[in-house]
Nanobody, 122 residues
Framework: QVQLVESGGGLVQAGGSLRLSCAAS????????MAWFRQAPGKEREFVARITVGGTTASVDSVKGRFTISRDNAKNTVYLQMNSLKPEDTGIYYC????????????????WGQGTQVTVSS
């Protein structure tokens, strides 16, 4: 069993930055593809970014050039650096772990974090 705990969310003005952290206990994260999802009020949970066990990254078009996902296996932690934040980035951000042989989509997530709130004001 792996437990994921997010931190770093908060209230920020448009154009500001936040860095989210996802710390894991239990199994090491080194054998998982890791991802961040978010859920805005009244909307479905959506994919934001992922990083594979090999370090390859990908993100949704709406955050490219602004968000960067990274991982530190020694610290068993995944990060999401968010710059140039926009009001439409507001939502609860969830860390997720996916077995390496499964596609990184919400339905295949093995472990979810509890989420951390990000609110961007205009």
């Amino acid at each position: 069993q792996v437990q994921l705990v997010e931190s770093g969310g908060g209230l920020v003005q448009a154009g500001g930055s936040l860095r989210l952290s996802c710390a894991a206990s239990g199994r090491t994260l080194s054998r998982y593809n890791m991802a961040w999802f978010r859920q805005a009020p009244g909307k479905e949970r959506e994919f934001v970014a992922r990083i594979t066990v090999g370090g390859t990254t990908a993100s949704v078009d709406s955050v490219k050039g602004r968000f960067t996902i990274s991982r530190d296996n020694a610290k068993n932690t995944v990060y999401l650096q968010m710059n140039s934040l926009k009001p439409e980035d507001t939502g609860i951000y969830y860390c997720a772990a996916v077995s390496t042989f499964r596609t990184v989509v919400a339905g295949n997530v093995d472990h979810w974090g509890q989420g951390t709130q990000v609110t961007v004001s205009s």
